[in-house]
């Protein structure tokens, strides 16, 4: 009997680059503003519109593209230009048009366990973008199954754990955020590898976790050896 | 053994009336930008700028916001002021927080169904919105299964009615768009019921059809008594 049949992988910042696209955006957003406002207090601001704003949003591009028009116009009483907005518009569009670039060692990793385990993927964010990253990433054939959440919270994962055929015990969760792919995955019953990313966005920011489940890789190439230290 | 087993709807402009909202806030741009341009321009602009962003940013409000700003700076070549465009996005915002309203005829058409049934809800949009509207409905627990798409194309019925565990011939799509809903269906290898809501996006437009697996009912109501009829 193994202890793990099922690895589910996040996307973002787990197995593809993302936080840094966001964070590239918005450095060209204090760039743009910068007769305006200075950058501490824009990235003040931005955090509250994004935070006011998710209930309506959700995740994804869009929604960043929209908050950040939000915050130019309120740092700038309006004074923001139609041409710069036409900036950001842009900005947003080169994130949606940008290349899937996979996270050292993903390819390897998730090749080696696709003989020995069955890979499902468990993303979070914008359906259309997701799909498409998803397509473009070339790792798409290796999961046996894909499911693209709006939250990824406790019921979520109990669906989409529940779905599989198989104890959720044996389930095993691999993502960069404490937050959204950690706790919430051991609380549905789970097991849970944290992967750190080298940024994590301030709304997923948590708390460092002591949990008999979970164990934290610097790197996910070391995921396949943590896998067979678990086989008895 | 009977001709239909699963009866799966539609939610945008079947279930609940939506394009309104989308007409009602064009109508509201047109009044917005009246200094600039006339109203058939801008009709005829914003759908070039929605056709042209559709592979970018899928289907929903946000992008559709995000095609009207776009439209707006190039319509005024940049002399929309901050004000308007933040107009614009409050008008977004208003799209999204709207109530869900069921179209005439739904509750009490689902309620009749659902015990002689297995009822599923296949929409297409934004996956976040979606989900919002379908909770917002209280339609949620008549549906055994809810899959939110980001595009209705023959290849995603075969996936959702294959996972049913029912030969594909005995689930009825009903739904409002000819080109979303029937054809893709028909394609599928299921049945399909077509009706129309009075107002259709541009972009959904498709020819009238004639197939012997689709007929054409004025209201949803009628369609309890025409899955009594095919019963034999």
Redesign the interface.
């Known amino acids: 009997m193994r202890a793990v049949e099922v690895v589910a992988f996040d996307g973002d910042d787990t197995l593809w680059h993302h936080e840094h696209l966001y964070q590239d955006t918005q450095a060209a957003l204090r760039e743009l503003l910068v007769r305006h406002v200075e950058g501490p207090v824009l990235d003040a601001h931005l955090l509250d519109v994004e935070r006011r704003n998710l209930s ?5 591009v ?2 960043f ?2 908050s950040m ?2 915050t ?2 309120e740092l ?8 710069e ?2 900036q950001i ?1 842009e900005r ?2 080169s994130m ?2 940008h290349p899937v670039e996979l996270i050292d060692g993903v390819a390897d990793t998730v090749q080696q366990l696709v003989d020995d385990y069955r890979l499902v993927l468990v993303t979070k964010g ?4 997701q ?1 498409g990253k998803i397509a473009r990433s070339g790792l798409a054939e290796l999961f046996e199954h894909v499911e ?3 939250e990824k919270d406790v019921a979520a994962y109990r669906r989409v754990f529940s779905a599989l055929d198989v104890p959720i015990s044996k389930v095993m969760m691999v993502g960069n955020s404490v937050r959204s792919d950690v706790l919430p995955a051991l609380d549905a019953g789970a097991q849970a590898v944290h992967v750190p990313y080298r940024v994590t966005w301030d709304l997923e920011h948590a708390e460092p976790l002591d949990h008999h489940r979970v164990v934290r890789l610097e790197r996910i190439a070391e995921l396949p050896g943590y896998l067979d230290s678990l086989i008895p």
């Open positions: 309506l949003f959700g995740y994804g869009k929604g593209v929209l028009i939000e130019a116009l700038t009483n309006g004074e923001v230009t139609g041409g907005i036409g518009i947003g569009k949606l048009r914008d359906l259309f973008d799909e693209i959440l709006s």
